[in-house]
């Protein structure tokens, strides 16, 4: 993060180092954090402080300003290596990438019971030549719990397994102190899980976790890898069948409508012909709801709800990659990795008092995933076929078939039962009412109606709207509109 102002630059690794430098905060700032869960860069909440892109240079001299990126990734794709040799050469680089990572005997790893963090654990094990020290994240509550995995995962590979379930009562005590914690407005509720996760190996004298951040963004692990991969389907169609029949018919009239699979299939042509990186959007919580009915008048006559997608548009327009899969990495790799998950683990061990390392990011991994082939990634409908491909054997077999879950939090679910969680809450809510932020409107609706329709839908925009009233409680205790 860095301030210029005349022939002052000041800089600094966190953004709230340098506020007494810059103390206005950005309406803009606080509009993204709603609509993207983060700030991405370059913004930061502090209106004169910017953040630097990933691998950007910014030279500031006597003219001026001037920015640059040191490194871009290019998705260029080697089709004529044989998949044998790509495996085995991919189980040599994640060996060789966990042995950069242990630099401490007193080392452990993640294992919420995925892919990623399993493959870690694993060779955690295997690099050191004895039982790693691994630990899970487990909730009471249907639908939330992977523990189970993790178990299968531990015993697999021998380790000395810690196991801690983060209950309501966790989230009262340590939402101000985590919240208060980051630089800025940071609303990912896998922060939570995380910091007990950390605490848990700080207890048990571990000094650094490995986590497995990065393999979906790599080898296509997301969900909506496959989804846009439909949609994208689309347009394989004839254009004179789209355009002459298709469309006219679904879209055009009333009576499909009233019949369950052609509505079905006119929701199917009216996502599909959203073009990216929109698309990726259609379920964005500020979206759904509207700009208008979360925010207050005064609020939005200061910012401009149409950055975050200019943003979104420039990312994904400057990747360089032909294939829809490959250019969604890239989104990603900035959007959800560099902004969001990143920080959330970096920002969680740290409060912890531990050192984290991604063994899944080292460079030689990276590069290589640059030169896989999009059908590797994701071949058909299946995600991460080669990755999975490449560790069967070595994976538990559960694991390898299970479906993508990680920390996810059962914040919406806790809510509608638990009543300190629920003063919390609205204690929050009415904090940003108060300072003109959001509609009182809105928090009522969300509290007294939506919880009830899908608790954990919505109970993520309680989430970042809970988050975001801390950090100010804590950082910029007098700010209104």
């Not at 180092?17 to 700032?29: E, F, K, P, R």
């Not at 630089?183 to 950390?198: H, I, K, R, T, V």
């Not at 077999?397 to 509608?416: A, N």
Request: hydrophobic residues 40%; glycine residues 8%; charged residues 25%.
């Amino acid at each position: 993060c860095y301030s210029h102002e005349g022939a002052t630059v000041a800089f600094a690794d966190r953004a709230d180092t340098l506020s007494s430098v810059a103390s206005q905060l950005d309406w803009q700032s606080l509009y993204d954090y709603v609509y993207f869960h983060v700030i991405p860069a370059p913004r930061t909440v502090f209106r004169d402080v910017a953040r630097l892109e990933p691998a950007q240079v910014v030279d500031i001299g006597v003219d001026g300003k001037r920015q640059r990126f040191w490194w871009e990734p290019r998705f260029e794709a080697d089709p004529e290596v044989g998949i044998d040799r790509l495996q085995r050469r991919f189980i040599e680089l994640l060996q060789a990438a966990v042995e950069r990572d242990v630099n401490t005997d007193r080392i452990g790893s993640f294992l919420s019971g995925g892919t990623d963090s399993s493959t870690v654990a694993g060779f955690l094990a295997r690099v050191t030549g004895r039982p790693p020290q691994t630990f899970s994240i487990g909730f009471d509550a249907a639908g939330y719990d992977e523990m189970a995995y993790a178990r299968i995962a531990a015993r697999h590979f021998g380790a000395e397994h810690h196991e801690y379930y983060v209950t309501p009562d966790d989230l009262v005590r340590a939402i101000p102190h985590v919240a208060a914690r980051y630089d800025q407005p940071f609303g990912n509720s896998s922060a939570l899980p995380a910091y007990y996760c950390a605490l848990r190996a700080k207890a048990a004298g571990v000094e650094r976790l490995l986590a497995g951040d990065g393999g979906d963004e790599l080898f296509g692990g997301n969900t909506r890898y496959v989804t846009q991969k439909v949609f994208d389907a689309y347009y394989a169609l004839p254009r004179a069948l789209r355009g002459g029949l298709l469309e006219p018919i679904l879209l055009g009239r009333q009576w499909p409508r009233r019949v369950p699979p052609l509505r079905k299939l006119a929701r199917y042509v009216e996502q599909a012909r959203v073009p990216m990186p929109d698309r990726m959007e259609t379920y964005n919580l500020l979206d759904r709801f509207g700009a208008g009915s979360v925010f207050t008048d005064r609020f939005l006559r200061r910012v401009d709800p149409g950055a975050p997608r200019e943003l979104q548009r420039a990312v994904y327009g400057r990747a360089q990659a032909t294939s829809l899969i490959d250019r969604m990495l890239a989104y990603d790799w900035r959007f959800t990795l560099a902004d969001n998950d990143l920080p959330k683990v970096t920002g969680s061990t740290s409060l912890a008092g531990v050192s984290v390392g991604f063994p899944l990011l080292d460079d030689d991994v990276v590069d290589f995933s640059l030169r896989l082939v999009p059908a590797l990634k994701v071949r058909g409908l299946t995600l991460r076929y080669f990755f999975k491909e490449a560790l069967r054997g070595f994976l538990p077999v559960e694991i390898i078939r299970k479906r993508k879950h990680g920390f996810g939090l059962p914040f919406g679910p806790w809510l509608t039962r638990h009543e300190p969680l629920r003063a919390l809450a609205r204690g929050a809510l009415a904090g940003l009412v108060e300072r003109g932020i959001v509609r009182r409107e809105l928090t009522e609706e969300l509290l007294s109606v939506r919880l009830r329709e899908h608790a954990g839908y919505f109970g993520e925009m309680v989430w970042i709207l809970l988050m975001l009233e801390h950090w100010l409680a804590a950082k910029a205790p007098d700010f209104a509109v």
